[in-house]
Nanobody, 117 residues
């Protein structure tokens, strides 16, 4: 059974930093493209960042230059380092995993990030 478990969310002030973690179990983590998505109240879910199985990152326009995605295959974990946080970064952040040839897309339960002064 594949599971994704996020952690690291919380309350931070504007300009601050948070690091999110997502641990994957039940399958071969190294074969998957891993991503972070977020959903704010009243808005659609949007892609924040993705990192391929060969470590190629891709970022949404709203977070470029502020957020960094990286992975540790040894730890079965993908991270999202969030710097220079803005009020509009407030959302529930979800971890996502998919791979070519597999129809299933896996999601974590989400972790709340709140940016407030």
């Amino acid at each position: 059974q594949v599971q994704l478990v996020e952690s690291g969310g919380g309350l931070e002030q504007p300009g601050g930093s948070l690091r999110l973690s997502c641990v994957m179990s039940g399958t071969d983590f190294s074969q998957y493209t891993m991503g972070w998505y977020r959903q704010a109240p009243g808005k659609e879910r949007e892609m924040v960042a993705q990192i391929s199985s060969v470590n190629i990152p891709h970022y949404g326009d709203s977070v470029k230059g502020r957020f960094t995605i990286f992975r540790s295959n040894a730890e079965n974990t993908v991270y999202l380092q969030m710097n220079s946080l803005k009020l509009e970064d407030t959302a529930i952040y979800y971890c996502n995993a998919w791979r070519l040839g597999i129809s299933s897309v896996f999601w974590g339960q989400g972790t709340q990030v709140t940016v407030s002064s």
